[in-house]
């Protein structure tokens, strides 16, 4: 009897509560997204310096209603997301449009030495809330309001990665020793 109590009080609660469902969608270390940055004001550490990583990216998806086929965000359909990134993180020098080095950065590309990107920041974190506002037009381009990204991770390595979540806008950083 007290089992279908609870089971009754559950059944109401998740009526009144809306269930969201996720889905993730990772661009691997695999991918070969190698990208070259450095932090201009890390003045204290190595990361000052031109440096790279073949960066990992996961994006979380959320929403309250399945599609018509019980599906998040279509998969096959994140192909702009795909190019994307690859437009950005595949064998590129990301800069930061702040960075005093910015004119002598850019002339290697005027060589022909490096595929300049120019971000509003740069570093594992910015790249997490860059490509969170990317995925964020974008689905909403594509499903309105049924769907959103509800966080993106990206990750340096296996040790380091820092996610940009949609629940409070701020980015944490995760680093393992």
């Given at each position: 009897?007290?089992?279908?109590?609870?089971?009754?009080?559950?059944?109401?609660?998740?009526?009144?509560?809306?269930?969201?469902?996720?889905?993730?969608?990772?661009?691997?270390?695999?991918r070969?997204?190698?990208?070259?940055?450095?932090?201009?004001?890390a003045f204290?550490?190595?990361?000052?310096?031109?440096?790279?990583?073949?960066?990992?990216?996961?994006?979380?998806f959320?929403?309250?209603e399945?599609?018509?086929?019980?599906?998040?965000?279509?998969?096959g359909?994140?192909?702009?997301?795909?190019?994307?990134?690859?437009?950005?993180?595949?064998?590129?020098?990301?800069?930061?449009?702040?960075?005093?080095?910015?004119?002598?950065?850019?002339?290697?590309?005027?060589?022909?030495?490096?595929?300049?990107?120019?971000?509003?920041?740069?570093?594992?974190?910015?790249?997490?809330?860059?490509?969170?506002n990317?995925?964020?037009?974008?689905i909403?381009?594509?499903?309105?309001?049924?769907?959103?990204?509800?966080?993106?991770?990206?990750?340096?390595?296996?040790?380091?990665?820092?996610?940009?979540?949609r629940?409070?806008?701020?980015?944490?950083?995760?680093?393992?020793?």
């Amino acid at each position: 009897m007290q089992r279908i109590f609870y089971y009754e009080k559950l059944v109401k609660e998740l009526k009144r509560k809306k269930m969201i469902y996720y889905s993730t969608k990772t661009y691997g270390h695999e991918r070969g997204l190698s990208c070259a940055f450095r932090q201009p004001r890390a003045f204290h550490s190595h990361c000052k310096f031109i440096h790279g990583y073949s960066l990992s990216f996961s994006f979380k998806f959320g929403c309250s209603e399945l599609d018509d086929k019980n599906w998040v965000v279509d998969f096959g359909g994140l192909k702009d997301l795909k190019n994307w990134l690859e437009d950005n993180f595949d064998h590129t020098l990301a800069v930061d449009h702040n960075d005093p080095m910015k004119e002598t950065l850019q002339e290697l590309a005027r060589h022909e030495l490096a595929v300049i990107r120019l971000f509003d920041g740069v570093g594992c974190e910015k790249f997490a809330e860059h490509a969170y506002n990317f995925a964020s037009k974008m689905i909403t381009e594509k499903y309105g309001d049924r769907c959103w990204v509800e966080s993106v991770e990206v990750r340096e390595h296996g040790a380091n990665s820092a996610i940009y979540d949609r629940g409070t806008g701020k980015t944490f950083v995760t680093e393992t020793w």
